[in-house]
C-alpha cells in the first residue's frame, strides 16, 4: 500500500465513512466546511458508454455530448422532487442541437443533432473543440416538476464557448452563486474488451452565500430562482472561494475519469489540506422515459387520421426514439377505429 493510499485511508476513517469507495454511474456531494464551499462529483461508466455507443457519433461528437450528460447530471441530481432537469442547446455549429433529460432522482438519456458536412470541415481545419463544435447560439436549462406546476426555465447565450464556460455563467446570471465546474470525458480500454469504452467525471463547486441560506439547499430546483438578493451585486471574492477554485483548477481530465480513481480519494486528493466532508453516494443510470402508450397518445391527440394515413409505409406508423433508437409500430386504422 502506497503512502498516499493510506493517508487517504485515514482521512476517510475519519471523516466515518462507514461505506465501500463509490464506483462508476454515482454522484457524491460534499461540502468545504473551511472554505465555505461545497459541491459535487459525477463518476459516469456504463450507463454513459450506452447513451455514446448506442448512436455511434462521431468521437468530438460524442465527447461534447458526454460532456453534456456529465453537466446534467451534476445538477438535474440535486433536484428534491420527483421531476425533470432538461438541458439543452440549439446553436449554428457542427453540433446544432443537444437535449439531455435527466429524471429525477437518477435517470440519464441524451441525444446530438450534428452536420455531418459542417463538421467534417471543421475537422480538417483542427476545430473540433467542444467550443467549436458548438458555434454560437444559447443554452437552455429547464426544471419540470410534473403537470400542474410552473417550468422554471434559464437560458443563456452560447457565443463560441465550452459547457464549462457556459455553466459558470449560467449560475451567476440565474442563480447568482458563483459556480465553477470541471467536465472530463475520455474512451479507455481494459483487458477483455472488444471496443474502448466511454467514460467520464465532472465535479462542481459552489460558494455558500452568507445569508444563511442551508448548505444544499440552493442548487436549481431547491431555493428561490428569483431572488435578486441572494449575492450581493458588490460581491468580493472571498478567499476561501479563490482557493477552493484554485485547487479544482488543479484537477486533471484523467484524474475525474479514472476507473481506479474513486470521488472519495480525488476529494482528499484535492482538498485534504483545508478539510472535506463527504456524504453518501447517489446512484445514476441510463434511463430512457419512451414508451409505446406515450406516443401512442401523442399520435392519436397531435395528428389527424389523413395525417396518420400519410405517415404510414407498408401499412405501418414506425416512430423511432432519437435517445434510445428503440422503434415503435403502429397501425393507423387503429386509431381511425377509435376515432
Not at 189 to 197: A, F, I, L, Q, V
Not at 207 to 221: E, K, R, V
Request: negative net charge; proline residues 6%; charged residues 25%.
Amino acid at each position: 500500500m502506497t503512502t498516499e493510499q493510506t493517508m487517504t485511508d485515514n482521512l476517510l476513517s475519519s471523516l466515518g465513512l462507514d461505506r465501500p469507495e463509490t464506483g462508476d454511474d454515482a454522484v457524491v456531494p460534499f461540502t468545504l466546511d473551511k472554505l465555505d464551499s461545497r459541491g459535487r462529483v459525477v463518476r459516469l461508466g456504463a450507463a454513459l458508454d450506452t447513451i455514446l455507443s448506442r448512436h455511434d457519433y462521431p468521437l468530438p461528437v460524442a465527447r461534447l455530448l458526454g460532456e453534456a450528460v456529465v453537466l446534467s447530471a451534476l445538477i438535474g441530481s440535486s433536484l428534491k422532487f420527483e421531476g425533470r432537469f432538461i438541458l439543452q442547446t440549439q446553436t449554428d455549429g457542427p453540433v446544432n442541437l443537444i437535449v439531455v433529460d435527466f429524471d429525477a432522482p437518477d435517470g440519464m438519456r441524451g441525444y446530438a443533432r450534428f452536420d455531418q458536412d459542417a463538421l467534417l470541415k471543421a475537422a480538417e481545419a483542427g476545430k473540433t473543440s467542444p467550443a467549436d463544435l458548438l458555434g454560437k447560439g444559447h443554452l437552455a436549462m429547464t426544471i419540470d416538476q410534473g403537470e400542474h406546476t410552473e417550468r422554471y426555465q434559464g437560458i443563456v447565450a452560447l457565443d463560441d464557448n465550452s459547457l464549462e464556460e457556459v455553466a459558470h455563467t449560467y449560475f451567476m446570471q440565474s442563480e447568482q452563486i458563483p459556480t465553477q465546474v470541471r467536465l472530463a470525458v475520455a474512451q479507455m480500454s481494459t483487458r477483455g474488451d472488444h471496443r474502448p469504452r466511454w467514460r467520464a467525471g465532472g465535479m462542481l463547486i459552489q460558494h455558500l452565500p452568507p445569508n444563511g441560506l442551508s448548505a444544499m439547499a440552493d442548487l436549481p430546483g431547491d431555493g428561490d430562482f428569483d431572488n435578486p438578493d441572494m449575492v450581493d451585486p458588490d460581491f468580493v471574492e472571498a478567499d476561501g472561494w479563490s482557493e477552493a477554485k484554485a485547487l479544482l483548477g488543479t484537477v486533471g481530465d484523467l484524474e475525474l475519469s479514472d476507473p481506479d480513481l474513486s470521488p472519495e480519494r480525488l476529494l482528499f486528493r484535492l482538498f485534504h489540506e483545508t478539510g472535506v466532508r463527504v456524504f453518501p453516494p447517489q446512484d445514476l443510470e441510463e434511463r430512457c422515459t419512451c414508451s409505446a402508450d406515450r406516443i401512442e397518445d401523442m399520435l392519436a391527440n397531435s395528428f389527424s387520421d389523413a395525417e396518420r394515413q400519410d405517415m404510414a409505409v407498408d401499412g405501418e406508423i414506425e416512430v423511432v426514439c432519437e435517445f434510445c433508437s428503440t422503434a415503435y409500430r403502429f397501425n393507423p386504422h387503429h386509431f381511425h377505429s377509435e376515432s
